[in-house]
Nanobody
Framework: QVQLVESGGGLVQAGGSLKLSCAASGRTFSAYTMGWFRQAPGKEREFVAAISRSGGSTYYADSVKGRFTISRDNAKNTVYLQMNSLKAEDTAVYYC?????????????????WGQGTQVTVSS
């Protein structure tokens, strides 16, 4: 079992920045590919970013590429999502997730564990 707890969400003006954190406990954090997803009201959960077990490989949705950065600190069992140049359309509940795979996966199905989510609201 892996427990994930997100933090760092909040209300920010368009053009601003936020940094989300996701703290993991339980099994060996470094054994998991980590991902960030988001879900806006009335929409399906969508992929945002993912990072490999070592942190050497990352992948981003086109909508956030160049604005968001995913990183991880395996010594602290934490994955981060730095979000810059935020837009109103980034408003959503953001979830971190863990997948027991070597691949950097971008769909929800391979992810075994999910956090409870943190709200990000961007005012225009």
């Amino acid at each position: 079992q892996v427990q994930l707890v997100e933090s760092g969400g909040g209300l920010v003006q368009a053009g601003g920045s936020l940094k989300l954190s996701c703290a993991a406990s339980g099994r060996t954090f470094s054994a998991y590919t980590m991902g960030w997803f988001r879900q806006a009201p009335g929409k399906e959960r969508e992929f945002v970013a993912a990072i490999s077990r070592s942190g050497g490989s990352t992948y981003y949705a086109d909508s956030v590429k160049g604005r968001f950065t995913i990183s991880r600190d395996n010594a602290k069992n934490t994955v981060y999502l730095q979000m810059n140049s935020l837009k109103a359309e980034d408003t959503a509940v953001y979830y971190c997730a863990a997948a027991n795979t070597i691949l950097v996966v971008t769909t929800t199905k391979p992810y075994d564990y999910w956090g409870q989510g943190t709200q990000v609201t961007v005012s225009s």
